[in-house]
């Protein structure tokens, strides 16, 4: 056997080969000094065989930096390979002006960083640290309450749609989390990788809303109760059973339902949208109540409260009032104040006050009116009206006042109208006795049956037209026209049947007086047992006093008294003194043609 060997191979020959033991093969050096080598320059011939090696210096590029937008900047060193350093600039043709805020995109040009827009993104997160006291698990609604130190993450616990403390979600946590753990919660996006159903008991499909729990947690089911807030934090995505469904979560961080109201409440807008404590609401019945939670009626109004608005019935609407277009019937089963002013105002049941409001009382007194001022309608007056300032009008049923500061008292069925007039009372102790079906139309006239007694007999059917008429003990059919005529003997005499027209006249009962300033006392005196019966119609003219001022007396007739019938008398008190024996005498005297005068008694008319 023979071997040899060359540069580029070893040659066996005289097979076949057999022998025992090592077989040594010694090669020829390839002169390449054994070694590590840095960075290293190496020769391989043909044969794969290094011939060529050794260590190089530091190359490629060392430095890189732009210049003017435009070139990039560069240095390399290769001393073993090329003996020298290479410098120089690559054209990029870059557009922009490179800063500290700008960044080179792939298209050549500098953009800063503010231009940037995000791309499409399924989930919002944020850093979460568990402060709640007990273990989180993953989809828990979480509210805040802290931050880490300056770090972005939020200190949460379990969120309550019971406690406004633990309200409202931030969030739903993307993963349990141990007490003082940390972690994310899914603010908005898709959650996945959870049991969907059921969900607090319930059986959930897809698309169904999930709110914050009473008492913590999620729940299909809307809070309901005053006291709960109501936060929709998201959809049931994908129904699933196992540890595969999801969740679409929106936690806006808010409250974003109308929290629910106690039963018959309303929101009040005051800054914080408050609940009504006044206004209250019976649906059932179709009731409202302010100041009371048990409306009576369609409208109740309690605890003296005021219902103010301003209305406007016409062609026009001025601005800021309410118009009011009444086309069915209205109806009002209480007492209505229409003021400005309703100051210390009382009103009954079906009666209205219109005025200033200041001191106007209509009390147990149904169906009356008012309008004016100080107007009062009291003591059981029903169904009556008082137009003016200042009246009063006590116990009369069917009355009227019209004027001012008149007085109507005890008299049913009668007017007032005028000034400083009263009818009925006079401020006698127990005095409760008016006129029925009177009337007084003027100023400061008093007509009363005040006869000086503490209960004096009504009155009736008596009539005062004038100024300054004092008729006092007036019983019944007694009339006044003009003024200052007071009837004869006050209240000692109770006065019926007369008629009164003229001035300063003193009337008597069962009397017709004309005229001014008659003189009562001169009137005949009565002799029944003769015929002659009490003065009945009186003509006076008393221009300044009541001397001479009767002109015309006639006595009664027509009744009988004590068997003897009353025959009229026909009186001319002032002819007695008229004594002339002819016409030209009488002329002399004042005797007027047709004038009467008499001669020794008997009676002649001034002819020529």
Not at 66 to 84: K, L, R
């Amino acid at each position: 056997m023979g071997i040899t060997s060359t540069l580029s191979t070893i040659a066996i020959s005289n097979s076949p080969l057999t022998a025992n033991g090592d077989i040594n093969i010694d090669l020829s050096a390839s002169g390449v000094t054994p070694g590590s080598y840095t960075n290293s320059n190496i020769t391989v011939d043909t044969y794969g065989r290094v011939t060529v090696a050794s260590s190089g210096a530091g190359g490629g590029v060392t430095d890189f930096t732009n210049a003017n937008g435009t070139f990039i900047s560069y240095t390399t060193e290769n001393t073993a390979a090329t003996g020298s350093v290479t410098t120089g600039q690559v054209d990029l043709s870059a557009t922009g002006t490179p800063s500290a805020t700008t960044f080179l995109r792939g298209d050549n040009s500098w953009t800063d960083q503010a231009d940037v827009v995000s791309g499409a993104s399924t989930i919002v997160e944020i850093e979460v640290k568990n402060l709640e006291g007990a273990p989180l698990v993953k989809g828990d609604p979480v509210y805040l309450l802290g931050t880490v130190g300056a770090s972005s993450r939020m200190e949460v616990g379990l969120a309550d749609a019971s406690n406004v403390a633990k309200m409202p979600s931030i969030g739903i946590l993307a993963q349990d989390l141990a007490i003082n753990g940390e972690g994310f919660a899914v603010v908005t996006g898709t959650l996945k990788n959870l049991v969907t159903t059921p969900i607090d008991g319930a059986t959930a499909t897809t698309g169904d809303t999930i709110y914050v729990k009473p008492g913590g947690g999620l729940t299909l089911t809307k809070p309901t109760g005053s006291t709960n807030f109501i936060q929709n934090v998201g959809q049931v995505g994908r129904v699933s059973t196992v540890s595969d469904g999801s969740i679409l979560a929106s936690c806006i961080m808010r409250a974003n339902d109308v929290p629910n109201l106690p039963t018959g409440k309303i929101w009040v807008g005051d800054g914080n949208t408050a609940v009504s404590d006044v206004v209250y609401l019976d649906e059932t019945n179709s009731r409202m109540g302010i100041n009371t939670l048990t409306p009576g009626t369609a409208l109740e109004v309690a605890g003296g409260g005021q219902v103010n608005f301003k209305m406007d019935i016409g062609s026009s609407q001025p601005a800021g009032a309410l118009s009011l277009d009444v086309r069915q019937k209205a109806y009002v089963r209480a007492g209505m104040v229409i003021s400005p002013n309703p100051t210390a105002v009382q009103v009954d049941n079906s009666s209205l006050v219109v005025g200033s409001g200041l001191n106007d009382i209509v009390s147990g007194s149904d169906h009356c009116l008012t309008v004016g001022s100080g107007n009062q309608i009291i003591s059981d007056s029903d169904r009556s009206v008082s137009f003016g300032n200042n009246n009063e009008t006590k116990s009369s049923d069917n009355s009227l006042i019209s004027g001012n500061s008149n007085i109507l008292r005890y008299s049913n069925n009668s007017h007032v109208i005028g000034s400083n007039n009263q009818m009925g009372d006079d401020y006698v102790v127990g005095n409760t006795a008016g006129l029925i079906n009177s009337l007084i139309v003027g100023s400061d006239n008093t007509l009363v049956t005040d006869d000086g007694s503490g209960a004096p007999p009504s009155g009736a059917l008596s009539f005062v037209i004038g100024h300054g008429n004092l008729l006092r003990a007036t019983q019944q059919n007694s009339f006044s026209f003009g003024y200052s005529i007071v009837n004869i003997g006050g209240t000692a005499t109770p006065h019926r049947n007369n008629f009164n027209m003229g001035g300063n006249l003193q009337a008597v009962t069962e009397t017709m007086t004309l005229g001014y300033r008659n003189n009562a006392t001169l009137y005949p005196a009565e002799d029944n047992a003769n015929g002659l019966g009490a003065t009945k119609f009186v003509v006076a003219t008393g221009s300044q006093n009541g001397f001479n001022s009767n002109a015309l007396l006639i006595t009664e007739g027509g009744a009988s008294i004590g068997g003897v019938p009353q025959i009229p008398r026909v009186i001319l008190p002032t002819v007695v003194n008229l004594n002339f024996a002819n016409d030209t005498l009488a002329a002399a005297g004042g005797i007027p043609v047709g004038g009467l005068y008499h001669n020794t008694g008997i009676l002649r008319i001034r002819i020529t």
